[in-house]
């Protein structure tokens, strides 16, 4: 079964700096990877995703992911944050001929002015 | 992107009403859908996979005579929670399943709703 590792609980990152969010997967053949934005109070919206192909993929918001297969990773990159960018961000997988999800706990972005 | 709304965004009911979430598709066809929960701070969890046409599959450890669910058409799904109690009260989350392409050219996503929050008294 797949699995997904969002290993920081909080980011807090100074507005115009760059972001980093990491992303772990474990899944034995090449997965769907996605990543997702939820502001407070809000449903999911749908920053980038990744199928096959180029490994690195843009998203929107300025947002772009990079998938590694030798590290199992898909870690989603801005160059300059801005306030609105605060919010959670969660990873997910899907492989393993299910169509359902697996996701990471979510990363909360902090962003200060 | 597609879009996928849910109906109410927010509901306050008193213990033992029930109270039913709408979810539809806008512009396009979801065979399946699906229904989350998430508590405070915490990610999604997935409560039922709803198909069209067919009876929805529960996860383990939810009640599916509490949690009704009906998916009538290929573009709305709906979540009623029968005899609602305070522990009930939570954000409820739907997403829909869009597969584009086809064969091995197939991708597929799932668009979420806005979410609900119900509050039960």
């Known amino acids: 079964a797949q699995s997904v590792t969002q290993p920081d609980i909080h980011i807090t990152v100074s507005e115009g700096a760059s972001l980093e969010l990491r992303c772990n997967y474990s899944y034995g053949a090449t997965p769907y990877l996605f990543w997702y934005v939820q502001s407070p109070g809000q449903g999911l919206q749908l920053l980038l995703k990744?199928?096959?192909?180029?490994?690195l993929v843009q998203g929107i918001k300025g947002f772009e992911a990079e998938f590694k297969r030798s590290q199992s990773s898909f870690n989603l990159r801005k160059p300059s944050v801005h306030w609105s960018d605060a919010a959670e961000y969660f990873c997910a997988v899907v492989g393993g001929g299910s169509y359902i999800p697996t996701f990471g706990r979510g990363t909360s972005l902090i962003v200060h002015p | 992107g597609a879009v996928v709304s849910q109906h109410p965004s927010w509901v306050i009911c008193k213990s033992g009403t029930s109270v039913k979430i709408e979810c539809r598709s806008l512009?396009?066809?979801?065979?399946?859908m699906f229904w989350y929960r998430q508590f405070p701070k915490q990610s999604l969890m997935l409560m039922a996979t709803?198909?069209?046409?067919?009876?929805?599959?529960?996860e383990q450890g939810v009640e599916k005579d509490k949690f009704l669910i009906n998916h009538a058409s290929l573009t709305l799904s709906t979540l009623t929670v029968t005899s609602a109690h305070p522990e009930d009260s939570s954000f409820y989350i739907c997403?829909?399943?869009?597969?584009?392409?086809?064969?091995?050219?197939?991708?597929?996503?799932?668009?979420f709703g806005p979410g609900t929050r119900l509050l039960v008294l």
């Open positions: 997403s829909a399943r869009e597969v584009g392409g086809t064969g091995s050219s197939a991708v597929e996503t799932q668009y």
């Open positions: 512009d396009f066809q979801a065979t399946t």
């Open positions: 709803s198909n069209e046409g067919s009876k929805a599959t529960y």
């Open positions: 990744y199928f096959s192909g180029d490994t």
